[in-house]
């Protein structure tokens, strides 16, 4: 089994539309992360969480929100879906207590018609 | 945040041939590492050298703090080696920034 999952894998939806997304972990890592992809550039961090009741906001916050349910589960939510969240979005697990390297979830594929 | 430079943006080579693939950093660096996405989209860690050298089979990767930058070696490369290569560090804040990628292409 994968160490860290993503639901959905794949989601189409319209403007206006509220969507979450979510990841769930195995590693037992503390710290979470979200990033975005846009076609042809780098990632860029949404919101990252060092554990359950910390939650901080990234480069590129507006427009999304998201809960730390638990140490294993950290979801991302677009409270309004507008195209240019058209994205690759990636879920990213880290312990500080090692090497803090960064590992990835398998990405969900979000098109906002 | 930092930012980060890396080159060049593409890169084809020929199966067998070794490649530098190369990250400048606008200001000192902690966790620096390398990542290599796959054309299926998966991101997978290769190195996290915030200093120093580190090998792992036919990749390698230096890091030069002190001036800023990061090299990743391939050697012999393989088409299995295709896809982008992001190196990404953080100035002390946990913060990653992840440069715009290098596309590499190994043909056959």
């Known amino acids: 089994d994968a160490d860290v999952t993503q639901t959905p894998r794949n989601r189409i939806t319209k403007t206006g539309k509220r969507i979450m997304l979510e990841c769930s972990q195995t590693?037992?890592?503390?710290?979470m992360y979200w990033y975005r992809q846009d076609p042809g550039l780098g990632l860029q961090l949404i919101y990252y969480?060092?554990?359950?009741?910390?939650?901080n906001k990234g480069e590129i916050s507006d427009g999304y929100s998201v809960s730390r349910q638990a140490q294993a589960k950290f979801s991302l939510s677009l409270e309004s879906a507008i195209p240019n969240q058209t994205a690759l979005y990636f879920c990213?697990?880290?312990?500080?207590?090692?090497?803090?390297?960064?590992?990835f979830g398998p990405g969900t594929r979000l098109t906002v018609l | 945040g930092i930012q980060v430079e890396q080159s060049p943006p593409d890169l084809i080579l020929q199966e067998g041939a070794n490649s530098t693939l190369r990250c400048n950093f606008s200001d000192s660096v902690n966790n620096l590492q390398w990542f290599h996405q796959n054309p299926w989209g998966q991101l997978i860690n290769l190195f996290y050298i915030p200093s120093g050298t580190k090998q792992n089979g036919r990749l390698s990767a230096t890091t030069v703090a002190t001036e800023r930058y990061s090299l990743l070696y391939i050697s012999s490369s393989q088409t299995t080696d295709s896809g982008v290569y992001f190196c990404?560090?953080?100035?002390?804040?946990?913060?990653?920034?992840f440069g715009a990628g290098t596309t590499v292409t190994v043909r056959a």
């Open positions: 990213a697990t880290s312990d500080p207590a090692g090497e803090d390297t960064q590992y």
């Open positions: 969480s060092f554990d359950v009741k910390d939650i």
């Open positions: 990404a560090g953080d100035s002390n804040d946990y913060k990653l920034s």
């Open positions: 590693k037992g890592h503390d710290r």
